[in-house]
């Protein structure tokens, strides 16, 4: 049976002086272990990873119940209105959705977002959103390629049904699915509804 060694101070610290004078133990192999895990001085932060974005178009007979709920709301709204807000409401619909309108033909901006994407980005992102262009999203390189499934929403008059990968965010891969319905509200306005679930 090998005894084990005890562990003394001059096996793991050394004394030095500090300021005022008097003897403090020093412990190198402390110091050396937070240096390997802080990273040494002088040495760049990381930087975060370039973020990409995966979409998968969905076929629509795969939707969820609830989606097809939402096909439903949609159908019995076919102008964007206070009707719609109520529809979705009484459903149970408004807490998964996501809001986004412009004017005067200017970019879509975030009025509304609900749960399932305040828990992918953040409650801070999404109070900090509101009423922004989607596309000065600090995730630009998310904004830029979900903006043409918004646009084909809008523009085709048809549900976009997509499977989402998102890698990069300061987080493991994001999945989702969305569900987008567009409306066009004439004199270049537009109304764009994102149905999520992650």
Not at 72 to 88: C, E, Q, S
Not at 104 to 133: C, H, M, S
Not at 155 to 174: A, D, F
Request: with cysteine.
């Amino acid at each position: 049976m090998t005894d084990a060694l005890p562990i003394t101070p001059s096996l793991t610290a050394s004394l030095i002086k500090d300021r005022t004078g008097r003897e403090r133990r020093s412990w190198p192999l402390a110091r050396g272990l937070v240096s390997i895990l802080r990273g040494r001085r002088g040495d760049p932060p990381p930087q975060p990873s370039e973020t990409h974005v995966d979409i998968h178009r969905q076929p629509f007979r795969s939707a969820l119940d609830w989606h097809q709920d939402m096909v439903a709301v949609w159908k019995r709204n076919p102008i964007f209105g206070p009707g719609l807000h109520d529809d979705l409401k009484s459903a149970g619909l408004l807490p998964r959705c996501v809001i986004l309108t412009s004017r005067d033909g200017g970019p879509l901006r975030f009025r509304y977002i609900g749960e399932p994407t305040r828990r992918v980005f953040g409650d801070r992102w999404a109070d900090q959103n509101i009423g922004k262009p989607h596309l000065e999203d600090v995730h630009s390189a998310y904004a830029q390629a979900i903006d043409a499934q918004y646009r084909e929403a809008v523009e085709g008059g048809e549900p976009v049904y997509n499977h989402l990968v998102i890698t990069g965010l300061p987080r493991p891969p994001v999945h989702y699915r969305h569900l987008l319905f567009g409306w066009s509200l004439g004199h270049r306005r537009q109304a764009l509804l994102a149905l999520i679930d992650s």
